[in-house]
């Protein structure tokens, strides 16, 4: 049973477009992120979400919209598909807050996003 | 807001040798440091982590230590195995700007095992 599933895993694009990514967890967890791995293989964090509620917003392009339907589920929809937008988006969940007593994040697959 | 950096970005070791991967962070406040590692094409997983009120932590061939005074800590790992070839992130736990906690995590470090 996978843990934090992503959909899709690949996501190719024109510039302009619309898209989403689907994550969906079943570890029980309480928080769950959304993290942009670049080609560099940087990660940084772009949002987090506790009981569905936003506790972490970076400094994030409001084309980026998270959504939290109920605790097992975070989707990501990007609206207006820049070329600096591709990149591995990875979905990932913890007990708690991260680095809490249970803060294990437990990360998704990733999903590689290009936009061409 | 928290700086980590990490050091080397790409390091390679004969087989058999020890690696040690470090990293610096600036927020004196941050108490949680985790490594995870992330081999190719796969997520990142938590290999060990350490909390600030304990200087070093082992865990079979992987160790990791961490001197609060300097703001620095280290992941060692001994006796490589092909296995360890992956690319290693280290992580500091700070307050965000939304009052909640976040790890920042560092640049990585890409680890290559040479048989």
């Known amino acids: 049973d996978t843990a934090v599933s992503q959909t899709p895993k690949y996501l190719v694009t024109q510039m302009g477009n619309d898209k989403s990514i689907k994550c969906e967890q079943n570890l029980g967890h309480d928080t769950m992120y959304w993290y942009k791995q670049d080609s560099k293989k940087f990660l940084k964090i772009m949002f987090s979400y506790n009981n569905k509620e936003l506790i972490i917003n970076e400094t994030v392009p409001n084309r980026f919209s998270p959504k939290s339907p109920d605790k097992a589920h975070l989707n990501l929809h990007i609206n207006s598909l820049e070329l600096g937008d591709s990149a591995v988006y990875l979905c990932?969940?913890?007990?708690?807050?991260?680095?809490?007593?249970?803060?294990?994040?437990?990360f998704g697959e990733g999903s590689r996003l290009t936009v061409l | 807001g928290e700086n980590v950096e990490q050091h080397p970005s790409t390091l390679s070791v004969q087989e058999g040798d020890s690696a040690v991967i470090k990293c610096t962070y600036s927020?004196?406040?941050?108490?949680?440091f985790p490594w995870y590692k992330q081999e190719l094409g796969k997520r990142p997983q938590l290999i060990i982590d350490?909390?600030?009120?304990?200087g070093e932590k082992k865990d079979q061939r992987i160790a990791v230590t961490l001197n609060k005074t300097a703001k620095h800590f280290s992941l060692h790992i001994t006796e490589t195995q092909p296995e360890d070839s992956a690319v290693y992130f280290c992580?500091?736990?700070?307050?965000?700007?939304?009052?909640?906690?976040?790890?920042?995590f560092g640049t990585g470090t890409r680890l290559t095992i040479i048989p």
């Open positions: 350490i909390r600030s009120n304990v």
């Open positions: 927020d004196s406040a941050s108490n949680y």
């Open positions: 990932a969940s913890s007990q708690g807050l991260a680095g809490g007593h249970h803060g294990e994040l437990f």
């Open positions: 992580a500091a736990r700070v307050i965000s700007n939304f009052g909640n906690e976040k790890l920042t």
